[in-house]
């Protein structure tokens, strides 16, 4: 089945720190990866997507490549603020999976001063 | 625009009972999931309807939960009667369809239920 496997948190980084997060995944065909992110007290937000294979998605200064070879969709950051602390969940949909979202179990991050 | 709107926000009740949660999607949003998501988890689909019709509900545990979406705009997700484990945070989400430039899921803020 699909699965998806991200590091355990949490995560503690000093500001303008460089941010790496992994997640690989498990799945058949051709999946759309995503990566979400929950700040305290909101509900999810979706932070980025990519849909096929070598795809870069970006916002907010995070980017993520879909590596098909490596089945992997790290999340990244160049310099992270104290405002970009919460909870990050990589997931995917399986195509033809009637957009169902598998998620992983989410990583904590926490960014001080 | 709006987003998706949920309620009621927090919610304790004691095993055995019943609970309802409710849930508002984006208007205009044919597709509306209900999620599952435990402490340190990340959240589990628990049903998708399209419109007023169930498109999945594979992971739902029939014999407690049941949902429905009857004029295929709100819906709610009962539990009755309640178990421990059922202690969760239950987010609803919405989005325009399932396939192409329209599948973006929108979350609520969720719903936490605490059985005691």
């Known amino acids: 089945g699909n699965s998806v496997t991200q590091m355990e948190g949490p995560v503690t980084l000093s500001e303008e720190a460089f941010l790496t997060i992994n997640c690989t995944y498990t799945a058949t065909g051709y999946p759309s990866l995503f990566w979400y992110v929950q700040y305290p007290g909101e509900g999810l937000q979706l932070l980025l997507k990519a849909t096929k294979a070598d795809d870069k998605g970006s916002n907010k200064g995070f980017e993520a490549t879909y590596r098909k070879e490596t089945t992997s969709f790290h999340l990244e950051k160049g310099s992270v603020q104290v405002s970009d602390s919460a909870v990050y969940f990589c997931?995917?949909?399986?195509?033809?999976?009637?957009?169902?979202?598998?998620f992983g179990t989410g990583t904590q991050l926490k960014v001080e001063l | 625009e709006a987003g998706v709107a949920q309620s009621p926000r927090y919610k304790i009740i004691e095993k055995r009972q019943s609970v309802a949660f409710w849930c508002n999607p984006i208007?205009?949003?044919?597709?509306l999931y209900w999620y599952q998501q435990i402490l340190g988890q990340g959240p589990k689909l628990l049903i998708q309807f399209q419109n007023n019709g169930v498109v999945d509900d594979s992971q739902l545990p029939k014999d407690r939960f049941s949902a429905e979406r009857l004029k295929g705009v709100d819906s709610t997700l009962k539990i009755q009667p309640a178990k421990l484990e059922d202690s969760a945070v239950y987010l609803c989400a919405s989005s325009h369809g399932t396939s192409g430039s329209y599948n973006e899921q929108f979350f609520g803020p969720g719903t936490r239920l605490t059985v005691l």
């Open positions: 997931a995917l949909t399986r195509t033809g999976g009637g957009n169902k979202l598998t």
């Open positions: 208007s205009g949003h044919a597709t």
